[in-house]
């Protein structure tokens, strides 16, 4: 067992959430320990990561994630990967596509916007969107997103420009723009945490095309391995250990958190002490471990007296269109996405289902020859027996692919949860995570209209063929078990009753314990949320540091 050493932070995870925290409290002098369970890899490890590696070895995974997955407590789970999850310092961020949204003001209240609905646990989160815009600004200046604020007349308002300028548009784009303008919508550069130029020490972007999924070579893509874990180190406040897997938090006699166990990288085991606890592990791993820490006061789980660690899991559904241009459309080239349209994304009853989200141009499925030929090509009669003439016609047609997606708000519901499986263990030999996810039907009609409209988008942007890709359409019989959003499951809020942690991510029960990644958004909003995480943990550390230096005064 190791030495008695006592940090004043211990950060589990190096993700957006924990990155963050991990940079500030080593700047504002506090001495922190940072875990992560995969490895510290280099710019230089990301120039082997081809397309075998990435689309066919999953080498994003460990070999050590399991999880299992049920739609309901009536069907046995099964096991598998079913969440993009990646394990090295800067967690799943190192391979993220950098879409940068600010939640827009009414997704801080849908609760008292909407009202509530059957089946579903709405929640108005306990800061508004004006609380929260300052630290938007600060993510987006130290991660440097490209955008143009006056692009997306439907956006959160901001008082600033971006700091860097939009990317420029490719043929995908350009064709996705002039159908959405044709249909009177308004489309706009997405912004995207990539470098447009350079920008603090770190390169512009390459526009090699493969940005989600693959870690970035020349740190173009803002990320908390490019951008926290650096600043921190050169504090030379930060003890960080790679290769650590957080196995339980142990609990004190006055109540307080006061150490994290962990298997290293040969699986001793190791125990290190600090005087105040920041989990970070993502909606999926921060509730394995908070359930796997229970003790006599916390038998159902670490800071769980509300019974709702693990509930409420959210993800984000998405309508997904393919089309085969007329023309080379260059998709294979520059970011996953380059323009969108938010005109379609307030709320409206009318149409049969409440909230929204943002349709986008997306070359997810076509980037490369060997993702095209797997994925891209689902939904779409010809082609589906994957082999003969039609086949071989569909291949050639590589550069004139192109894609459109819907990044949709996926309900709360209180079943939907995360706990431990009782039978399957992971890699570690630790119960794996059981996700229990079921789509609510507002969550189906919103995919089913969403997928019209981009249709619609397609068709009047003169594509030579469209096709829905089937697999990402949700339905009662198609059920989604994983996403690469997943967000809920340690809701924040002021009611100790209804919620995990406090406005500020400390956890109601545990004085000494914090929370602060994707698991404390009470709703997922109709965006990719990593931005909303970045400004939210910044908010968490200012309100950290200034309570911490009070308390030691």
């Known amino acids: ?65 399991v999880e299992t997955w049920r739609p309901d407590e009536s069907t046995p789970a099964v096991k598998g990967r079913f969440n993009y999850v990646a ?67 439907f956006g959160a308002p901001r008082t600033s420009d971006y700091v860097l300028p939009p990317h420029p548009p490719r043929g995908s784009s350009r064709l996705f723009s002039r159908g959405a303008r044709k249909l009177g919508y308004t489309p706009f550069p997405v912004p995207m945490a990539i470098n447009s130029r350079e920008y603090g020490g770190r390169a512009g972007c390459m526009y090699g095309g493969a940005c989600q999924q693959y870690g970035c070579s020349v740190h173009a893509k803002a990320t908390t391995f490019s951008v926290c874990i650096p600043r921190a180190r050169a504090t030379g406040k930060l003890d960080l250990r790679p290769n650590s897997m957080a196995v339980e938090i142990t609990l004190g006699a006055d109540g307080r958190a006061r150490s994290v166990r962990y298997l290293d990288g040969q699986r001793r085991e190791q125990e290190v002490f600090a005087r105040w606890i920041v989990v970070a592990g993502n909606a999926i791993g921060t509730p394995q471990l908070l359930l796997s820490s229970k003790s006599a ?10 019974g709702l660690v693990g509930k409420n899991l959210t993800y984000h559904h998405v309508a997904f269109v393919a089309y085969l241009a007329e023309e080379p459309t260059f998709h294979f080239t520059g970011l996953e996405t380059h323009a969108g349209i938010d005109d379609l994304h307030r709320s409206d009853p009318k149409r049969g289902f409440i ?22 090509h689902d939904g779409r009669e010809a082609t589906k027996r994957g082999w003969g003439t039609g086949y071989k016609d569909y291949l050639r047609g590589f550069s004139r692919a192109g894609g459109i997606v819907s990044i949709l708000e996926d309900l709360p519901m209180e079943s939907n949860r995360v706990d431990l499986d009782p039978e399957i263990k992971d890699g570690f030999g630790l119960a794996a995570p059981r996700i229990t996810h079921r789509q609510h039907a507002n969550d189906i009609a919103m995919n089913r209209w969403y997928t019209e409209r981009q249709l619609e988008i397609a068709e009047a942007a003169g594509v030579a063929e469209k096709w829905v890709i089937s697999s990402f359409a949700v339905s009662d019989t198609n059920p989604m078990p994983g996403s ?8 924040m809020g002021s009611d100790p009753a209804r919620s995990v942690v406090d406005p500020w991510c400390r956890a109601h029960d545990v004085p000494n314990l914090f929370v602060v990644d994707s698991s404390v958004l009470p709703t997922s909003g109709g965006y990719n949320p990593t931005l909303t995480i970045l400004a939210n943990a910044y908010r968490a550390a200012d309100h950290f540091v200034r309570t911490v230096r009070t308390m030691d005064a």
């Not at 394990?87 to 008292?112: E, I, K």
């Not at 938007?136 to 006056?150: L, N, S």
């Open 484 to 491: 690469a959003h997943f967000h809920g499951t340690c809701r």
């Open 297 to 306: 006061k916390f038998p159902d789980g670490l800071a769980n007296s509300s």
């Open 87 to 153: 394990h090295c310092v800067g967690g799943t961020m190192t391979h993220w596509a950098a879409w940068s949204w600010r939640f827009r003001p009414d997704d801080f209240n849908v609760l008292s916007t909407v009202g509530p609905v059957a089946g579903a646990s709405l929640a108005d989160w306990p800061y508004t969107y004006e609380d929260l815009a300052p630290w938007y600004d600060k993510a987006e200046r130290d991660f440097g997103v490209a955008g143009d604020a006056r692009a997306n007349p």
């Open 1 to 65: 067992m190791s030495t008695r050493e006592e940090f004043d932070v211990c950060v589990v995870g190096t993700g957006a959430g924990g990155g963050v925290m991990v940079q500030e409290l080593t700047e504002a002098g506090f001495r922190v320990v940072a875990l992560q369970r995969g490895p510290l890899l280099t710019a230089a490890d990301f120039l082997n990561n081809d397309e075998l590696e990435v689309v066919v070895r999953d080498t994003l995974f460990s070999p050590d994630q």
């Open 355 to 376: 909230r929204g989200g943002v349709i986008a141009d997306m070359n997810m499925s076509c980037k490369q020859p060997i993702m095209y030929a797997t994925l891209h």
